[in-house]
């Protein structure tokens, strides 16, 4: 009777290395899937504190916390979330009519000896930005960085609406922001060099602050 072939030494070590290729996969794939998920939550931490940030600036934008500091979010605050908020006007381009009419025409160049336009009433409409991300403290990074879990939300916002405003926030605004002659002001679009720096330039300031600061 043939004696039963025993295992090689070479078999041995290809068996153990294939042992090792699988373990190393099956433990990369639960690394990459647990990453995801730790990402994944965080944008949705900072899609809510985003519209959270929005709403405050629409009802009250003196109301905003500072953004120097970061804002703590999660169980016991175990999270720490920068963020930046700004705004950029609204460019509207009317079309021109088929066949224009001289009333339209009279009423344009009228005016335009004013040095106004008809579209002075569509200045008053503002890109309101707002972007949340991971700060230092909590794994992320001082500024937006392309590898950090951020998100960023938009709205067009008018600041005269309004039929849309709530008793408080009127009061407010004819409080602090010139009476009721600045309440107009923003119907008309007359105040317009107020807003808040966009989001892009605030971001290459706090990059290069950054920057500055390693050296």
Do not use: C
């Not at 160049?109 to 579209?119: D, E, K, P, V």
């Not at 010139?178 to 119907?187: A, E, I, S, T, Y």
Request: hydrophobic share 35%; glycine share 8%; charged share 25%.
């Amino acid at each position: 009777m043939r004696a039963a072939r025993g295992i090689t030494f070479l078999e041995t070590v290809l068996a153990v290395a294939l042992l090792g290729l699988t373990t190393m996969s099956v433990a990369l794939t639960v690394n990459y899937i647990s990453a995801a998920s730790i990402r994944n939550a965080h944008r949705l931490n900072e899609a809510e504190l985003a519209n959270r940030l929005l709403l405050q600036f629409f009802d009250d934008p003196n109301s905003l916390p500072s953004d120097t500091q970061p804002i703590q979010y999660g169980k016991d605050g175990e999270f720490r979330y920068r963020w930046t908020l700004g705004e950029e006007p609204v460019t509207v381009e009317l079309p021109t009519p088929v066949n224009p009419n001289a009333d339209d025409d009279r009423r344009e160049q009228q005016l335009a000896s004013m040095g106004r336009s008809s579209l002075d009433r569509f200045s008053r409409f503002r890109v309101v930005r707002v972007k949340v991300w991971l700060g230092e403290d909590t794994g992320g990074s001082y500024y937006p960085d392309p590898g950090v879990p951020q998100v960023t939300l938009s709205r067009v916002y008018d600041p005269a609406d309004i039929p849309n405003w709530n008793p408080d926030k009127l009061r407010r605004q004819i409080d602090s922001g010139g009476g009721l002659k600045g309440v107009l002001d923003q119907m008309t679009g007359a105040r317009s060099s107020n807003m808040r720096p966009s989001v892009s330039s605030q971001d290459s300031t706090r990059r290069q602050n950054a920057q500055g600061g390693k050296k």
